[in-house]
């Protein structure tokens, strides 16, 4: 497994829509590790391909305490969305920038697992927010997107001057 170069706002490649994955091959599932790895080394609680410039829609996901429940989705859908919940939201590509966010408080997704089989998951709380923070990202969305123009500006300068002075 390796350690992936995670890409951080205002990247535009964090703005390029992600195809389905073909075939659920050796290749996917090797960058579905290298993806769960880099997301537990960030430390984070998911990461999409885009992130980590691999423009194909799978994703991983753990919220558990015990960092051992890896969930990945391959070509993940939302298909029934319910309620709404406000949640603070963090991202590995905005690096400490955290806001609140409305999502849907329960959600259901079609996806593939790691086999290529198809699988349906019912989500609420904290797990139905990150998987759907996480399929935006495949969708070419950032969670500051959802935020004022004005804070999406604070945020851009904030993270161009870090990586100034980081050089």
Not at 65 to 82: A, D, G, Q, S, Y
């Amino acid at each position: 497994m390796a350690l992936l170069k995670i890409l951080h706002f205002p990247d535009p490649r964090l703005h390029l829509v992600a195809k389905p994955v073909a075939a659920v091959d050796a290749d996917i599932r090797q960058l579905a590790a290298d993806m769960a790895e880099t997301m537990y080394a960030a430390p984070g609680i998911g990461l999409a391909a885009t992130q980590v410039d691999r423009h194909v829609r799978l994703i991983v996901v753990d919220i558990s305490e015990e960092k051992n429940r890896l969930l990945t989705l391959i070509n993940p859908r939302i298909v029934m969305k319910e309620g709404e919940a406000v949640r603070e939201e963090g991202c590995l590509s905005v690096p400490g920038i955290y806001d609140k966010v409305t999502r849907a408080e329960h959600i259901r997704v079609d996806a593939l697992d790691l086999e290529g089989k198809p699988f349906q998951l019912d989500a609420v709380g904290l797990l139905a927010v990150c998987i759907q923070h996480e399929i935006d990202h495949l969708d070419g969305k950032v969670f500051v997107e959802y935020l004022s123009r004005l804070k999406q500006a604070r945020i851009r300068h904030k993270l161009e001057k870090q990586a100034r002075e980081a050089m």
